[in-house]
T-cell receptor, first 112, second 115 residues
Framework: RKEVEQDPGPFNVPEGATVAFNCTYSNSASQSFFWYRQDCRKEPKLLMSVYSSGNEDGRFTAQLNRASQYISLLIRDSKLSDSATYLC?????????????FGKGTHLIIQP | SAVISQKPSRDICQRGTSLTIQCQVDSQVTMMFWYRQQPGQSLTLIATANQGSEATYESGFVIDKFPISRPNLTFSTLTVSNMSPEDSSIYLCSGCTTWGRDTQYFGPGTRLTVL
């Protein structure tokens, strides 16, 4: 089983709709979780951290389910500018080498 | 979705040697890039691989250290030259398609350890 697994998509979603996608991780000792946004020819940009209690930032909501070992990202009222690749990132080393594991990304395309 | 493969998947190399990583993408990919992920860090863009011409390098990366080739649309190589332990990283090939809105895909990565 891959350490961090995401549905690659693409998710084709009309503008204004709500879209959600999940990411599963294999290491139950994983300590922290993040969603990054990846735009072409750029470096990943931290979108939000994911906390056990769930957290919201504007139109974006992230949740963590430790029992089932997955995190989710929900985007409400999607905008054309939300089109990007969303990377799930898991930190499972407690600060040691190779702590951050990136998923392959979920590709989101918002259609006008 | 676009398919990107890399080889080798991992290697352990001696200081001072060089390693060439190969990347093969399917025809949906138009732009190709090389990234590096050093231990505990996020992804860093090394360069854009240009078909039939010299790669475009990001600040801090030079052709002598990381020569890149892209002889055709679907194949690229990255060489890590004169390696030192600081080069130990995961090296990822990446490609963007032009359908949708420049959807980007990553290869499985090459985990390099330099002794």
């Amino acid at each position: 089983r891959k350490e961090v697994e995401q549905d690659p998509g693409p998710f084709n979603v009309p503008e204004g709709a709500t879209v959600a996608f999940n990411c599963t991780y294999s290491n139950s000792a994983s300590q922290s979780f993040f969603w990054y946004r990846q735009d072409c020819r750029k470096e990943p940009k931290l979108l939000m951290s994911v906390y056990s209690s769930g957290n919201e930032d504007g139109r974006f909501t992230a949740q963590l389910n430790r029992a089932s070992q997955y995190i989710s990202l929900l985007i409400r009222d999607s905008k054309l500018s939300d089109s990007a690749t969303y990377l799930c990132v898991v930190n499972h080393s407690g600060g040691g080498a190779d702590g951050l594991t990136f998923g392959k990304g979920t590709h989101l395309i918002i259609q006008p | 979705s676009a398919v990107i493969s890399q080889k080798p998947s991992r290697d352990i190399c001696q200081r001072g040697t060089s390693l060439t990583i190969q990347c093969q993408v399917d025809s949906q990919v138009t732009m190709m890039f090389w990234y590096r992920q050093q231990p505990g860090q996020s992804l860093t863009l090394i360069a854009t691989a240009n078909q039939g011409s010299e790669a475009t390098y990001e600040s801090g990366f030079v052709i002598d250290k990381f020569p890149i080739s892209r002889p055709n649309l679907t194949f690229s190589t990255l060489t890590v030259s004169n390696m030192s332990p600081e080069d130990s990283s995961i090296y990822l090939c990446s490609g963007c398609t032009t359908w949708g809105r420049d959807t980007q895909y990553f290869g499985p990565g090459t985990r390099l350890t330099v002794l």
